[in-house]
């Protein structure tokens, strides 16, 4: 079953033979398209324009395959801002892709619900030796061994160089072609189907890399001075002209899901999505998603401001716009539990017991109270909505990658912690999600890397040892010149995982105690999930690091209780009694007399009818 998605620009494939192309340029009194298939010459087609800033033409002599490049007014060539594929980077000419082409096989997949996810956040580049999406598949089967039902992939939009996190893409529509050709990601995602896997995408639509972007020459009003990001200028999406600009953002979403049979999408730092319209285009877009009749799709927010507004249910439970939002609150009570790491915003939880359990029982941690570290009040109150609406993770992409060294939570934490922390975050009511190679104790770091040149690398490469500058063990300049240069293919090569380690006894410990894990979550939590709805928890706070969380749930005429009692510190604690019910999991030494030995949990169950 193909779904092709018809787009306001870019190049479709026309049935009746030819290529049509279309592009909004308002800044172009005139445009050209030149096309190029071989070694024959070059041929330019002018374009005509069609009202509000559009070109568009029917080039009969192109086809799947061919190369082509829009032709600006003073003869800059330049590629197109809805490339399906760039066969030589971002500055290079696009290629006509017809998505028809390829076969897929899973008219049968329907999707999962979101109660059943399991995610596993990966990194196309890093997952494998060969760091495409063809290796990618060939490690699905061990995924599904773990109890993985769903992989999170890091930004795949194409970016200039031959490696980056993904967060640099200038070409949001192209997978980029260090990772194979648009075709491999869609074997990627049938293979994904074929075993029970739903494929989520990461998806930048705050700002456009540093170079490659060559929107600003032709279509200025793409981006606006009114609001300002961490990046520039910010992406209008509410001033004169953003017609135009919504639509394209919107329909990159619609392309990814239809063309691509994605399950879902992740979108990244939405705080830095700045709209000030009657109808926000993060709305509009979850709107235009669901509107469709689609199989079930799930979206996920990386969202700062902790804004429980845009993950609200609907009076069924239905989630009418955001599925989810990474929980970074979770990432920080268990990291500082675990490591006892007091800088930057780590220190507004060391020592907070409150926050962890408010954490774990209610999804965020700052429900509208003043966080030092952001200057402000944080967040909204989060008891109103279902566990489900978090994605909990000990470790991801940015908690790791945005250390100097790179270095995972294995490196800085006890066996002991982390086994705790393990125990905790995978029997969660939340939806969990690892990062790659997390399930066996990697050790490889996942430092920042990219690949950019001259003086924009210089000054990256630059700006990344000067923002640890503030840190007491990087203010000496000899400390700061030991930080990994993003640029050097050592940095990249290091966050390679090493599979090889899977052989190892010591890591394939780790590996059958997350599998044991994961087993456990799918028989016994994750059918209690959909009974599990808003205000259903509570916490006790009984000393250091440690708490008691009680989830009320109902299962038709059954009803109960799931109680987590956790010590997450090196100390005994006392106070905790035994829940009744049976005990699902227990990590580390058996609580005797209301003592909690360190590091211990307990998950139990009480049902009734």
């Not at 971002?90 to 996810?117: L, M, N």
């Not at 016994?524 to 440690?546: F, R």
């Amino acid at each position: 079953m193909t779904t092709l998605h018809r787009m306001p620009q870019g190049a479709d494939v026309v049935p009746g033979g030819g290529v049509r192309f279309r592009l909004w340029a308002p800044n172009c009194a005139h445009m050209a398209v030149e096309t190029r298939d071989g070694k024959e010459p070059a041929r330019s087609v002018p374009m005509v324009p069609t009202g509000d800033g559009w070109y568009e033409i029917l080039v009969p002599h192109a086809r799947a395959g061919t190369r082509y490049r829009y032709i600006l007014p003073d003869g800059m060539r330049v590629p197109d801002p809805a490339s399906r594929y760039q066969p030589d980077d971002a500055h290079g000419p696009s290629e006509v892709v017809d998505p028809a082409a390829y076969a897929w096989s899973d008219a049968a997949w329907a999707g999962r619900p979101w109660h059943e996810a399991v995610l596993y956040e990966l990194h196309v580049g890093a997952f494998t030796p060969a760091g495409t999406f063809r290796a990618a598949r060939e490690r699905l089967d061990h995924l599904v061994t773990l109890g993985v039902t769903g992989i999170e992939i890091m930004p795949v939009a194409d970016f200039p160089g031959r490696r980056n996190w993904g967060y640099d893409g200038v070409l949001l529509y192209a997978p980029d072609s260090s990772y194979g050709r648009p075709e491999d990601l869609m074997a990627l995602v049938d293979a994904a189907h074929a075993r029970g896997i739903m494929v989520l995408l990461d998806v930048v639509y705050n700002h456009f890399g540093p170079d490659g972007n060559y929107l600003p020459l032709y279509a200025p009003a793409f981006f606006t001075d009114r609001h300002q990001t961490p990046w520039g200028a910010g992406v209008n999406f509410d001033g004169p002209e953003s017609k135009a600009v919504r639509e394209f953002i919107i329909h990159n979403a619609l392309y990814w899901i239809d063309e691509f049979h994605l399950d879902g999408l992740r979108l990244d730092a939405v705080h830095a999505i700045l709209d000030d319209s009657p109808h926000d285009v993060l709305d509009e877009l979850a709107e235009r998603v669901r509107g469709a009749g689609r199989r079930e799709v799930h979206l996920v927010l990386e969202n700062e401001e902790n804004q429980t507004r845009r993950l609200a249910r609907d009076a069924d439970g239905r989630t009418p716009h955001y599925t989810a939002q990474w929980n970074d609150d979770v990432h920080h009570v268990l990291h500082v539990a675990a490591t006892g790491e007091d800088q930057g915003y780590y220190a507004e939880y060391l020592g907070a017991t409150a926050k962890l359990g408010r954490a774990l029982a209610e999804g965020f941690a700052f429900q509208g109270e003043m966080m030092n570290y952001r200057g402000g009040p944080r967040g909204e109150p989060s008891a109103v909505l279902p566990p489900t609406a978090f994605v909990a993770f000990i470790q991801n992409h940015d908690q790791i990658g945005n250390r100097a060294f790179g270095d995972r939570l294995t490196a800085i934490a006890s066996p002991e912690a982390l086994r705790a922390l393990a125990a905790v975050y995978l029997l969660l009511p939340q939806v969990p999600m690892l990062f790659m190679g997390e399930e066996w104790h990697a050790s490889q770091p996942f430092p920042f890397f990219c690949d950019f040149e001259g003086e924009l690398a210089d000054a990256v490469r630059k700006g990344r040892r000067q923002e640890f500058a503030r840190f007491p063990e990087f203010q000496a300049e000899a400390a700061r010149e030991r930080i990994p240069d993003p640029q050097a293919d050592s940095t990249f090569a290091s966050a390679k995982l090493d599979w090889a380690e899977l052989e190892n006894p010591e890591h394939r410990v780790w590996f059958d105690l997350y599998r044991r894990l994961l087993a456990k979550r799918r028989e016994t939590i994750v059918p209690l999930l959909p009974g599990i709805g808003a205000h259903a928890a509570a916490y006790e706070v009984l000393g250091p690091s440690a708490v008691t969380v009680r989830w009320q749930f109902y299962r038709g005429v059954e009803k109960g209780v799931l109680t987590l009692a956790a010590n997450l510190s090196d100390e005994p604690v006392s106070g905790f009694r035994a829940d009744p019910g049976r005990t699902l999991w227990q990590e580390g030494r058996s609580k005797e007399n209301g003592v909690g030995e360190p590091w211990s949990v307990r998950w139990t169950l009480a049902q009734r009818a």
